[in-house]
């Protein structure tokens, strides 16, 4: 239980244009879902915190216009890199927390999507 | 400031030996949960050990344990027994709890390598 899916987990795009990423968990309701960004060789930094049915809450620094999150269900949350520059290739990681833990520190991730600009 | 802090960039352990991996982290809540997390080649995120700051006995799952020292704000990862299966970045993480929902600071992570 407690899967986590991303979609694509690797796309290549051309700079200026758009990309979307689909997160979804697929065997559980998850009220919370988190936006992770990773540069090769470092560590997680946190981009975003989605909440469904509400705006999500960037971290100090992230650009709201450029990464647009949407939170429409309960087991969906998107990532859209907006007018996308070589400098947002990265790897994309997206986690989950259970709607229906009484203690909701559990996060469960996805898989990864690699973001290439060229 | 750092919330959490890894000082190992990189460990090496012989396999079958056991390996103690350092996280310290900085809180002045009193509410808070500590996770450890291991990546492989891969990518993938995995999940490993969760330490609660009002948990009183070390976590412990499997090969792994948790040395969690409140005072001296450290929450250590034992790997007991190491298998080759076991070279990848390990991550210290730490949630803390806002108004907006859980808040998830990760460390720069551990690279362990077993050696056969």
């Known amino acids: 239980g407690a899967v986590v899916s991303q979609h694509p987990s690797w796309v290549i795009c051309k700079s200026g244009t758009s990309v979307k990423i689909e997160c979804r968990s697929l065997?559980?309701?998850?009220?919370?879902m988190f936006w992770y960004r990773q540069f090769p060789k470092q560590s997680l930094m946190l981009m975003a915190t989605s909440n469904e049915g509400s705006k999500a809450t960037y971290e100090q620094g992230v650009e709201k216009d450029k990464f647009l999150i949407n939170h429409a269900s309960l087991t969906l949350s998107t990532l859209t890199v907006t007018s996308a520059h070589p400098e947002d290739s990265s790897f994309y990681i997206c986690?989950?927390?259970?709607?229906?833990?009484?203690?909701?520190?559990?996060?469960?991730f996805g898989p990864g999507t690699r973001l290439t600009v060229t | 400031a750092q919330k959490i802090t890894q000082t190992q960039p990189g460990m090496f352990v012989q396999e079958k030996e056991a390996v103690t991996l350092d996280c310290t982290y900085d809180t002045s809540d009193q509410s808070y949960g500590l996770f450890w997390y291991k990546q492989p080649s891969s990518g993938e995120m995995i999940f490993l050990i969760y330490?609660?700051?009002?948990?009183?006995q070390n976590a412990t799952e499997g090969r792994y344990s948790l040395n969690f020292q409140k005072a001296r704000k450290s929450a250590n990862l034992v790997i007991s027994a190491s298998q080759l299966g076991d070279s990848a970045m390990y991550f210290c993480?730490?949630?803390?709890?806002?108004?907006?929902?859980?808040?998830?600071?990760f460390g720069t992570g551990t690279s362990l390598t077993v050696i056969p």
């Open positions: 330490q609660g700051s009002y948990d009183e």
């Open positions: 986690s989950a927390s259970p709607s229906d833990r009484a203690v909701s520190y559990e996060q469960y």
């Open positions: 065997d559980f309701q998850a009220t919370t």
């Open positions: 993480a730490m949630r803390q709890p806002r108004v907006t929902g859980n808040q998830f600071y």
